[in-house]
């Protein structure tokens, strides 16, 4: 379990909930719980009672249930004294314990790695005025990255764009959001180049593709993303719209900060949107190169019965002289001259000849 007190531009960590609970919450800034879900298990009842000590309210039994499942989709939920937001990042790995991993990978793909990244675990938020609870699969890298980046600028004190400490727990709930949507992003560009990689075997005339099992899993697994994508886009959006029904701030500065939060919510909202269209482009692409694959072994094969059919048409002629010169009558002309053969035989290698040529203007002999 990891405890931030965050307040202007310093950041304090510490690991203690009991040292929290007598320190109390920063005067002008707030405090960022971020725990395993097997720590939140364990740890419900100081968690709950901390939480109560500082925040004045306790989060629901039904709510508890949401943050232990692993099997959750995105989803937002809210009550009069804080909101839930569930979000399925991207799965790094074999990491967290074996409960954890049987429930969040139930199976496994074949193909390149690429496609065994496409598992995801959720991740809870619980937002309170001043306090972010957050439940993270064991290991989790997004949490460890985050407040990582949280203490170096902190440290620092960089005011970069985009590097500001948080000003509150709704716009670190909205950062650490963003932070698992660019996962989404860079794993699109590597989906992007595997299946180029695959269209181009597909329509190679030259290439014989085998690898139809990894096609049908990325296929399968592009549209697992989809459905993730529009869980997080439905949750996004109703926080988008419970935040339209906050209390107006009083002064310019709760003001600019509820604006800025709406922005961040915005963008969040328009990363998410930008990888749904994404995904969907990769299935049509992908289903497109199949459809053309197939199209171009159909065209192929009507090739190659045309040319059969052509060199079958060159030999009927010949076929029927041979047959004719085969017939059993003793009187036929040119059969008993002498160089009835040599006639015989260059009458059919014109024919053969002249039939091939005007196969081959047509266009007929192309494989």
């Known amino acids: 379990m990891r405890i931030f007190a965050i307040q202007g531009d310093t950041v304090h ?20 719980i971020a725990c ?10 100081p968690l709950q009672a901390t939480i109560q000590a500082l925040c004045d309210v306790q989060l629901l039994d039904l709510h ?41 990978h139930p199976t496994k793909r074949s193909g390149p790695p ?34 990582a980046k949280l203490l170096q600028n902190a440290s620092a004190k960089s005011h970069a764009a985009g590097a500001h400490t948080p000003t509150g727990s709704a716009d670190l709930m909205l950062r650490i959001v963003n932070h698992m949507v660019d996962g989404y992003l ?21 290439t014989r593709f085998n690898n139809w099992s990894s096609l049908l899993d990325a296929r399968l697994a592009l549209h697992q993303l989809d459905e993730v994508c529009e869980d997080q886009r439905a949750s996004i959006q109703d ?8 209390p107006e701030p009083r002064d310019a500065a709760g003001q600019r900060e509820r604006e800025l939060l709406q922005v961040r919510s915005r963008d969040v909202l328009e990363h998410i949107e930008r990888v749904v269209r994404h995904v969907r482009r990769l299935e049509q692409n992908a289903e497109t190169a199949v459809q053309m694959h197939f199209s171009a072994q159909s065209h192929r094969t009507n090739d190659i019965m045309r040319a059969l059919t052509a060199l079958t048409a060159v030999f009927l ?18 059969l008993h001259l002498a160089y009835g053969f040599w006639w015989a035989m260059g009458g059919m290698l014109l024919i053969a000849i002249v039939l091939m040529g005007y196969f081959w203007r047509k266009h007929y002999l192309n494989l």
Request: charged letters at 20%; aromatic letters at 10%; glycine letters at 6%.
């Open 239 to 246: 926080w988008i719209e419970a935040l339209k029904t906050w």
């Open 13 to 32: 960590e510490s690991d203690s909930l009991e040292n929290l609970q007598i320190s109390g919450l920063p005067p002008q800034g707030f405090v960022w």
């Open 317 to 334: 002629p010949l076929n029927l002289l041979a047959g004719i010169f085969g017939m059993n009558f003793e009187f036929m002309p040119v």
């Open 186 to 206: 860079a794993l699109r560009r590597e989906l992007t180049r595997q299946l180029d990689h695959w269209q181009a075997q597909l329509l190679n005339p030259k």
């Open 114 to 147: 690429i496609l065994r990244r496409i598992d995801t675990s959720p991740v809870g938020f619980g937002v309170m005025d001043r306090l972010l609870l957050t439940v993270h699969p064991s290991d989790c890298a997004v949490r460890d990255g985050y407040a």
């Open 64 to 104: 508890v249930t949401d943050l232990l499942n692993t099997q959750l989709p995105s989803h937002y939920d809210y009550t009069s004294k804080y909101d839930l937001l569930v979000f399925r990042r991207l799965a790094a790995g074999q990491a967290g314990n074996g409960a954890e991993i049987a429930n969040t």
């Open 36 to 45: 395993d879900r097997s720590e939140f298990e364990a740890q419900l009842a």
